[in-house]
């Protein structure tokens, strides 16, 4: 099946520091990728969409001034959280759509980033 | 917007039994349900989905069953194993219609030896 990595696995910054996390999709080209936040034993929460080229879409209630999402290319997206606080620690996820196998809905997901803010 | 349901929060059966796992959806347009399972300190990952011109489908010891009429989907896993056991999460999506999935809040399974 398709593969979509994240890096890093793990990454802890200071706060008011600003950490930046890639989502790449590796042998197929994602049209559409997503960012979502999960907390400890809690659902996945979408974030924001984001097509290659375009700017991203963000979800109620996430700051997009916060929360920066660049798709530059059809393999890669990032996330970057600005001025982090200890509040934004959690595990980030990212899944991509393309056309992988044919089927164009399927979301493959990364294997996530857990930040830890201290 | 969506809002999808997931029952139980937790289940245990003891190895070689079965696990159901239910969940229902709000949007009657929604037409793509997947299931991911989702291990400790790791992304989720896609075990089954179906459409919903789809009534069934089966992968050899999982299967998904969808009700349009009910907006009830459910997983089914035959001949549990240990390995089985983690977070099981239901999805709903409108394909075409921005892709997003609206997750349910997902299921701790434990297969028990």
């Known amino acids: 099946g398709a593969v979509v990595s994240q890096h890093p696995s793990r990454v802890i910054c200071k706060s008011g520091t600003s950490v930046k996390i890639e989502c790449r999709s590796l042998d197929f080209q994602a049209t559409t990728m997503f960012w979502y936040r999960q907390f400890p034993k809690q659902s996945l929460m979408l974030m924001a969409t984001s097509n290659e080229g375009s700017k991203a879409t963000y979800e109620q209630g996430v700051e997009k001034d916060k929360f920066l999402i660049n798709h530059a290319s059809l393999t890669l997206s990032t996330l970057t959280v600005t001025s982090a606080h200890p509040e934004d620690s959690s595990f980030y996820i990212c899944?991509?759509?393309?056309?992988?196998?044919?089927?164009?809905?399927?979301?493959?997901f990364g294997p996530g980033t857990r930040l830890t803010v201290t | 917007g969506e809002n999808v349901e997931q029952h139980p929060s937790t289940l245990s059966v003891q190895e070689g039994d079965s696990a159901v796992i239910k969940c229902t959806y709000s949007?009657?347009?929604?037409?793509?349900f997947p299931w991911y399972k989702q291990e400790l300190g790791k992304g989720p990952q896609l075990i089954i989905d179906i459409r919903s011109n789809v009534g069934e489908k089966k992968d050899q010891r999982i299967a998904v069953t969808l009700n349009k009429t009910a907006k009830h989907f459910s997983l089914h896993i035959t001949e549990t194993q240990p390995e089985d056991s983690a977070v099981y999460f239901c999805?709903?999506?409108?394909?075409?219609?921005?892709?997003?999935?609206?997750f349910g809040t997902g299921t701790q399974l434990k297969v028990e030896l």
């Open positions: 949007d009657s347009a929604s037409n793509y």
């Open positions: 999805a709903a999506s409108l394909m075409g219609g921005g892709n997003k999935l609206t």
């Open positions: 899944s991509a759509i393309g056309l992988a196998g044919g089927y164009s809905y399927e979301q493959y």
